[in-house]
């Protein structure tokens, strides 16, 4: 069995409620490869706690419904594996709109 490739310098620029939890604009993560929503929100929920309950799932799984992540302003994030390269960023956001 091989060993796992790490995949450096995602980043994941926050807005709205994510980006008051958290405090900071913009998150750089590192993950193993194949890449899973998963093991984002692991990477996150480790560098940024803040965000677990309101924004990812108390177990570290997954967002929670009402948020979505999208992959350089192109597609949205919804199945695994996710093909990230160094550099690629991910837009976080509530998927609720208000009027």
Known sequence: ???PTIIAGIKVELFGTARLKAGVQELELSVCS???VSN???AMADICPSLIGDIISHDRSELVNS???NLNGLSFVNS???DLKTGDKLLLFSSQAGG
Do not use: A, E, F
């Open 1 to 3: 069995m091989s060993n």
């Open 34 to 36: 194949p890449v899973t």
């Open 40 to 42: 984002i929100m692991k």
């Open 67 to 69: 948020h979505i992540l």
């Open 80 to 82: 695994d594996p996710i």
